[in-house]
């Protein structure tokens, strides 16, 4: 395999059980606790404006991989060899600049697919986000609202996102990854994609990326995100062979989520939410899907 991320030379399987154990349960224990609290819709609120399920999500819920990490470690006396958390830039600047801006060129291109698709649901005019604004009293202009969120989504907020992100990829990329890669690297990239998307399954069941009203749910949900997971997670394992650390993947899930709700804001009516526009539906996550042929096949 090409690139800095050392990987065993045979299948530790007592390390990736722990890891899994402990990185599912800690995940899906959280999202028990987010269910029996009312879900992601009715969570309660512990301050103004803040609800119980907006803490425990990017908290608890995803930082599960980062502790199975921990634990694996500490269960199995593998010790801190290889942990990857060092971050490398000489030579490697490229990495970073993907991370960053990668994920906005396809989640842009993925949109314009669905939209293709959908011509009706496209409007320049941002009708139905100028009444949302109006409705909620914010005495900003929407068009410069929009405009901030979509030069934050470019620049800081992938930095800002990434800092909760480190508690997937520290999981998913630095560990599980290069733990699978015995098998084959193409095929760990491909089982670390799908084992990342079924670990979302509880918080797909409660309405995160796709709501409730679309037909089948929650299971084509679920099956319609291991789609994104496995492009996706293709394009953060790349990063993260090539620059042998967390990092790069860390920044580059936090650019994925902080530009994924763009595309909204230019929608008429009601989307068919398993085929887009955010990047978790099927057509929009297209893009990522030839990427990850591409990165693939190379």
Known sequence: MDGRLETPERLERRRIAVFLAVAFGVSWATGLAIWLTGGLADSPEIAEGITLAAVLLPTAYMFGPAVGNVAARLVTGEGWDRHR???EFEGTMWTYAAAWLAPAGLTVVGAALYFAVFP????PTMAAFREQVASMGVGMD?????AIQIASALTIAPLVNGLFAFGEEFGWRAYLLP????LGYRRAVVLSGV???VW?????????????DYPGFPWTGMAAFLVFTVGAG????TLTVREGSVWPASIGHGAINAIASVAVLFVAGRPN?????TPVGVLAALPWLAVAAWLLRR
């Not at 009706?120 to 409007?123: N, V």
């Not at 929407?142 to 929009?146: E, F, G, M, Y």
């Open 85 to 87: 958390l060092y971050p």
């Open 273 to 277: 939410t398993l085929l887009g526009p």
């Open 195 to 197: 084992i990342w998307g």
């Open 142 to 146: 929407p068009r410069l609202l929009a």
């Open 200 to 212: 979302h399954w509880p918080i797909v069941a409660m309405g995160h990326s796709y709501g409730f």
């Open 234 to 237: 293709t394009f953060l394992a």
């Open 179 to 182: 733990k699978l890669t015995p």
């Open 120 to 123: 009706g649901q496209f409007d």
